[in-house]
T-cell receptor, first 118, second 110 residues
Framework: GAVVSQHPSWVICKSGTSVKIECRSLDFQATTMFWYRQFPKQSLMLMATSNEGSKATYEQGVEKDKFLINHASLTLSTLTVTSAHPEDSSFYIC??????????????FGNGTRLTVT | DAKTTQPPSMDCAEGRAANLPCNHSTISGNEYVYWYRQIHSQGPQYIIHGLKNNETNEMASLIITEDRKSSTLILPHATLRDTAVYYCIVSGGYGNKLVFGAGTILRVKS
């Protein structure tokens, strides 16, 4: 079964509003979670690394003030798209590893959130 | 992270084995090879990973060459539901981020 859960699975919002996406680790603690974005017919692009209790690390070209990440607990990271615009419409996916203490432990991904900004 | 090279697409007949190749000639000694697949509009699904030995699980087998510069993912009896984009990724670390390439579109045909 799924080990990483995302909510909502899809959301439609109006331009200028903010949208929050939740990523939860199920039955395990995730001190680190990763957020990806995927545009149609493209591969996944890493946006940021979410660290529990500290600031997220953003990849080059990703606006940290636009994509707010909060990792307030060991099982929940949230991504807030602020002042969303149509170009932010995309598929957002989070991931985490089950065993952060084991070298090479694979990441498991949520089922993604489809954001459409009108 | 080391870069990987995969063919852009492959076809496979239903019921036959699907062999998906991946080149990773610059892999480091402590980096794993991971395989994921993504079915349309879903998050990537973990398939298998390995360091240097061949690996097998209920989904697939992973064959890594002795020099570790390439690997092959084998789906022993492909079904139509195996149609997806398959990603080969090389990475190392504790819960390390994964960098996705373009992957291979596998089409299983009846």
């Amino acid at each position: 079964g799924a080990v990483v859960s995302q909510h909502p699975s899809w959301v439609i919002c109006k331009s200028g509003t903010s949208v929050k996406i939740e990523c939860r680790s199920l039955d395990f603690q995730a001190t680190t979670m990763f957020w990806y974005r995927q545009f149609p017919k493209q591969s996944l692009m890493l946006m940021a690394t979410s660290n529990e209790g500290s600031k997220a690390t953003y990849e080059q070209g990703v606006e940290k003030d636009k994509f707010l990440i909060n990792h307030a607990s060991l099982t929940l990271s949230t991504l807030t798209v602020t002042s969303a615009h149509p170009e932010d419409s995309s598929f957002y996916i989070c991931s985490a590893t089950l065993d952060r203490l084991r070298w090479g432990s694979p990441l498991h991904f949520g089922n993604g959130t489809r954001l459409t900004v009108t | 992270d080391a870069k990987t090279t995969q063919p852009p697409s492959m076809d496979c007949a239903e019921g036959r084995a699907a062999n998906l190749p991946c080149n990773h000639s610059t892999i480091s000694g402590n980096e794993y090879v991971y395989w994921y697949r993504q079915i349309h509009s879903q998050g990537p699904q973990y398939i298998i990973h390995g360091l240097k030995n061949n690996e097998t699980n209920e989904m697939a087998s992973l064959i890594i060459t002795e020099d570790r510069k390439s690997s092959t993912l084998i789906l022993p009896h492909a079904t139509l539901r195996d149609t997806a984009v398959y990603y080969c990724i090389v990475s190392g670390g504790y819960g390390n981020k994964l960098v996705f390439g373009a992957g291979t579109i596998l089409r299983v045909k009846s």
